[in-house]
């Protein structure tokens, strides 16, 4: 078994068999898996259990699981030269328990259908931490939930197919998710990416956090949402929609480096900006002219105002983007949902 995005996924087996790894039976090997697992196979790898495996350029993975419907739940160490844990199949899950850790070149790939990461302690890769590796574009590769950290070069690294990123807490690294739509989550106060998250090809959907999201959409329509805090938000190719839903305001201004007038879209929501009503399209007006109503202000220095009701008002306009002032936001450039 090479790991190859190209291994296609393995029938399953007629029996299945319960590991209990601990302290007293952990493993290690050289160059080759320290435990391989077939197809509805569950890995129990207790506090205090190992599986480690040396070798580089070899098959020195931690964990094999080479089938369909594979549990790991994993409360010990997995260390391996290669890739921590290698998954081929479908439905198979990896759960990192709480002292659960991985260390390896790759910490965790799955490749086939249908997988599902959770992590709640650690999993470090010195090139990627997680890999999802897929050979059709059609598939759903799985989803990843993490409430500890995934750290590497290339923290996450998605497929050419769809997957799902749901982050509670640290991804140290960058985030690529290449093809298909894929959808990416930052949720909770603690939600962070120390790295930027590059949507790739597809009509991805990216939520940020509230710390300062480096959100790239790539090719196609993407919609991404800055959320709270500082964002750097570029659409790449495609009509993008870029969506606000959270107070604006200094310190909560996203700067969208690359929107182009006419093709791209602000999206305000209405629940915040409370005087624009659902479906309406707000007039913008540039610099100084006089705006009869609630509207928006593109800035001559590029900032974006929500004024709630217009020059003659008392309400102060609210800055909540940043736009380069050579491009002239105009009236169809935002709309209200
Ligand atoms: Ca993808
Ligand atoms: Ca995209
Ligand atoms: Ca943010």
Do not use: C
Not at 112 to 135: F, K, M, P, Q, V
Not at 237 to 265: C, I, M, N, Y
Not at 288 to 301: C, K, R, S, V, W
Request: glycine share 14%; proline share 4%; no cysteine.
């Amino acid at each position: 078994m090479i790991y190859s995005p190209d291994t296609p996924p393995l029938p399953s087996g007629p029996v299945a068999r319960h590991y209990h790894i601990d302290a007293s039976n952990s493993r290690i090997t050289f160059q080759k898996p320290a435990l391989t697992l077939g197809s509805n196979d569950t890995l129990d790898l207790a506090s205090g259990g190992s599986l480690v495996s040396r070798g580089f350029a070899s098959l020195a993975y931690g964990v094999a699981a080479l089938g369909n419907n594979i549990r790991m739940n994993v409360s010990g160490t997995v260390a391996a030269d290669e890739v921590g844990i290698y998954a081929s199949g479908n439905n198979n899950r990896v759960y990192i328990g709480t002292g659960g850790t991985i260390v390896a070149r790759t910490g965790v790939a799955l490749n086939g259908e249908n997988g599902w990461i959770e992590n709640h302690s650690l999993i470090l890769g010195t090139s990627i931490g997680i890999d999802l590796l897929s050979y059709k574009s059609s598939y759903y590769t799985g989803q990843i939930h993490n409430y500890g950290i995934i750290s590497g070069p290339t923290a996450i690294r998605g497929s050419l197919a769809r997957e799902a990123v749901y982050n509670y807490d640290l991804i140290d690294g960058k985030v690529q998710l290449l093809g298909g739509d894929d959808v990416f989550v930052n949720s909770g106060a603690n939600a962070r990416v120390v790295g930027t998250i590059d949507l790739g090809a597809g009509r991805d959907v990216a939520i940020g956090g509230n710390k300062t999201d480096i959100i790239l959409g790539g090719d196609n329509n993407d919609t991404i949402y800055g959320g709270q805090g500082e964002d750097v938000l570029y659409g790449n190719q495609g009509a993008d929609t870029f969506v606000f839903h959270t107070s604006p305001g200094f310190g909560a201004v996203d700067r969208l480096p690359d929107f182009t007038s006419g093709e791209d879209q602000i999206s305000l929501s209405s629940a915040i900006f409370s005087a624009f009503r659902p479906g309406s399209m707000p007039v913008v007006v540039r610099g100084l002219e006089y705006l009869p109503t609630a509207g928006i202000i593109h800035h001559t220095d590029g900032h974006v105002y929500y004024d709630p009701d217009g020059t003659a008002g008392r309400a102060a306009p609210q800055v909540f983007a940043y736009i380069n002032p050579s491009v002239h936001l105009k009236t169809g450039d935002v709309i209200v949902y």
